[in-house]
């Protein structure tokens, strides 16, 4: 639990970096603790001068459309939103000024009643903390699911009670810039090649997330993937009490989750406690399966019984845009899988599908390498249909693995798609790369996939 006492604010310059939804509930929430807040954001767009308006209404001086120098003057403390590179122009005159940056999860953090369960990974973040909160809420918890999930951590603290448990994504961004952030329970699912139009290598990126566990102690836990490799060279630096998770995994001596015969379960202290069978879960794939047996650790070394939590975990659906079901047209089947941003997740989703796919992909590159694809495109997918920014890196990468097409738009993508399926064929939207090319978010590109699919849907009943 948070101790707010040495982060005293009360009349202090703060200013926020970048208006998101961060850094607008950051500037709100600095401005009840008695801060002097103010917020600057390079953007100008629609969005962003509508939450300045908001701010400003409220007292906040805000500048946007640029960052100045005289506007950053006089500031004691910068918080930044997870979307504000090293490279802005108000992060460097603070390290040239030594002034202290933090993120907003800081902020909340050091405000904060409640305990913590922090997840972070490259892939199932989103699939796992909306879990563990469904499993909570289900069992008489009160849990607050918060963070990169796109509810603002510092949102919460003004209705959070030291009962209650949050349950906060975290970003690589989030976490490179935290300070005394500890969570009781943290979880770090895996990690693969991601975000490095940001980090300078997989290594800066992979320690910003391994930072979740840094302020830990062995009062403590520490939920971590038996199969990844970099997890697995890295778990001596963690001071908190260990539980690793495999559909495979078996641990001689230490606490471990797993399957057995179909049956998934937790080992704490030797003492096993079955929680529910493989069929239980909504959420298909082995990919869902290591998800499910990390939130099945984080709560249960919280004491919820495994009774409890296996009548919870039957009704969970799984989430908007992380391969949803859309529709079914003349026997082909249309799959949302926005939130994909990585090859990893790509090739998640892929084996997901049954029978031959066309596949659309594209966006705004995060310097992935779409190699690894390769191998899975020459029996699973019949078509790749590239949109976005990032197209011709992507073309060029599978040119000779699979039959390229490209599109102007993400509904002539569809159209052309539905045209060359075959029944028991399916349309996937899994892009690969980041929706703010054409998009304002993930949310955005996959509402418009689904928008794109109905309209396809009702022209085909009108002949």
């Not at 989030?174 to 139009?197: E, T, W």
């Not at 320690?207 to 830990?216: G, L, P, T, W």
């Not at 038996?226 to 001689?252: G, H, M, Q």
């Not at 699973?380 to 590239?386: A, D, E, N, R, S």
Request: proline share 2%; aromatic share 8%.
């Amino acid at each position: 639990m948070a101790d707010s006492m040495n982060l005293n604010l009360k009349n202090k310059n703060v200013t926020v970096v970048g208006l998101g939804k961060s850094g607008f509930a950051a500037a709100e929430f600095l401005k009840k603790q008695g801060t002097k807040a103010r917020a600057t954001e390079g953007s100008a767009k629609d969005s962003v001068a509508c939450l300045a308006k908001r701010l400003v209404e409220d007292g906040i001086k805000v500048e946007i459309g640029r960052h100045t120098e005289e506007f950053l003057k006089g500031t004691d403390l910068f918080v930044t939103s997870p979307g504000v590179p090293d490279t802005a122009m108000p992060l460097k005159w603070a390290k040239e000024n030594k002034i202290k940056v933090i993120d907003e999860i800081e902020l909340a953090y050091r405000f904060c009643k409640a305990p913590i369960i922090a997840i972070t990974g490259t892939n199932g973040k989103s699939t796992t903390t909306s879990l563990i909160g469904h499993i909570l809420n289900n069992c008489g918890k009160k849990a607050v699911v918060c963070g990169n999930i796109g509810n603002p951590f510092s949102a919460q603290i003004k209705n959070l009670k030291k009962d209650d448990i949050v349950v906060l994504e975290a970003s690589s961004f989030q976490l490179s810039r935290i300070d005394k952030f500890r969570p009781k329970v943290a979880l770090f699912l895996n990690a693969s090649q991601n975000h490095l139009d940001r980090h300078s290598d997989f290594d800066e990126y992979f320690n910003a997330k391994m930072r979740v566990f840094e302020n830990q102690t062995t009062a403590d836990w520490a939920v971590i993937n038996y199969e990844d490799k970099n997890l697995a060279r890295a778990t001596k630096k963690i001071k908190a009490k260990k539980i690793f998770f495999s559909p495979d995994c078996r641990v001689a001596g230490k606490n471990y989750a797993s399957v057995d015969k179909g049956t998934l379960f937790v080992s704490i202290n030797k003492k096993r406690f079955d929680v529910c069978s493989v069929d239980d879960l909504k959420i298909k794939g082995r990919h869902n399966i290591e998800n499910a047996l990390a939130a099945i650790s984080a709560v249960c070394v919280l004491g919820i019984p495994a009774l409890k939590i296996r009548e919870a975990i039957k009704t969970f659906e799984g989430l908007e845009h992380r391969c949803e079901y859309v529709a079914t047209i003349e026997g082909v089947k249309f799959v949302n899988d926005s939130k994909s941003t990585t090859p990893d997740a790509t090739i998640k989703a892929l084996t997901l599908c049954e029978g031959k796919v066309i596949l659309i992909a594209g966006g705004r590159d995060k310097n992935s390498d779409f190699v690894p694809l390769r191998g899975y495109l020459k029996d699973k997918v019949k078509t790749l249909i590239l949109i976005g920014e990032a197209k011709e890196k992507i073309k060029n990468a599978l040119l000779n693995y699979v039959r390229i097409e490209q599109a102007d738009t993400l509904d002539s993508a569809v159209q052309s798609a539905f045209k060359m399926a075959e029944k028991s064929e399916t349309v996937l939207l899994s892009p690969m790369c980041t929706s703010f090319d054409m998009f304002e978010d993930f949310q955005h590109r996959g509402r418009m996939f689904k928008d794109s699919v109905k309209r396809l849907n009702l022209c085909v009943k009108q002949g």
